[in-house]
């Protein structure tokens, strides 16, 4: 049987119009038409990860996530063991967090993020020189 391999899944993604269909609905398509599942490489799945760390000493308790949306960036974050940074850039609202953080479903819970910022420059202080 030849496997489906897909990089992504997202369902929506902000573009210039407002917000965009991505990746998600093509690959249901495709996933109906082969009469398959497909396997994720890319994110939330923690195979790409995996791949990295496998390749490098990387330490999860040292390591840090930063994205800017909950079902793909903060899910493989959290269910890699990192610290997780949510950027208020992207698709994700600071109330669809606190919704999730107040929800008592473990399946919500993991889309939480340890830490937020509205911006990734917001960083750049805490880099240094």
């Given at each position: 049987?030849v ?10 993604q902000p573009c210039?119009?407002?917000?965009g269909?991505w990746?998600g609905?093509l690959?249901?398509a495709v996933e109906t038409a082969?009469?398959?599942?497909a ?12 791949c990295v760390?496998s390749?490098?000493?990387?330490d999860?308790?040292?390591t ?12 493989m ?5 990192l610290t ?13 967090v ?5 929800s008592d479903c473990?399946?919500r819970?993991s889309?939480?993020p340890d830490?937020y910022?509205?911006?990734i420059?917001d960083?750049?202080p805490?880099l240094?020189d």
């Open positions: 049987m496997k489906l391999l897909v990089l992504g899944s997202s369902q929506a210039i119009s407002g917000q269909h990746t609905c690959v249901k082969a009469q398959r599942e396997f994720i490489v890319g994110k939330p799945n923690r195979y790409m990860f995996d760390a390749e490098f000493d990387i999860p308790a040292r840090i996530m930063v994205g800017d949306r909950l079902d793909t960036d903060i899910l974050g959290n269910s890699c063991g997780t940074l949510l950027t208020l850039t992207g698709v994700t609202t600071l109330d669809e606190k919704g999730h953080q107040e473990p399946a819970q889309l939480v830490y910022v509205d911006s420059a960083l750049l805490a240094g």
